[in-house]
Nanobody, 121 residues
């Protein structure tokens, strides 16, 4: 199986920063995209940012200019640097990766367990 373990969530004041990390492990032959989603209470899960294997990043409009996604392919890590945080960024943040276990497998999306980010004064 493929496991994703997130870390770095917590409570921060508006305008502050947090850095989320996600480590992928298990039976992994190849990883394609890696990304972060979030889900606020009463809302649907939404894409925050994703990064391709080549390093091309995509961001939700609401976080552009404030969040930065990066990855370490060799260590199977993905990061989300969150700056200038706003109260509306409060949500559970989920790591997502598109991976396959064998050379002949198809890519499948895997999810982490989620980490809470709370922005409040």
């Amino acid at each position: 199986q493929v496991q994703l373990v997130e870390s770095g969530g917590g409570l921060v004041q508006p305008g502050g920063s947090l850095r989320l990390s996600c480590a992928a492990s298990g039976s992994i032959f190849s990883i394609n995209s890696m990304g972060w989603y979030r889900q606020a209470p009463g809302k649907e899960r939404e894409l925050v940012a994703s990064v391709s294997r080549a390093g091309t990043a995509t961001y939700a409009e609401s976080v552009k200019g404030r969040f930065t996604i990066s990855r370490d392919n060799a260590k199977k890590l993905v990061y989300l640097q969150m700056d200038m945080l706003k109260t509306e960024d409060t949500a559970v943040y989920y790591c997502n990766t598109e991976a396959k276990k064998y050379s002949y497998s198809v890519y499948v999306h895997y999810w982490g367990q989620g980490t809470q980010v709370t922005v409040s004064s």
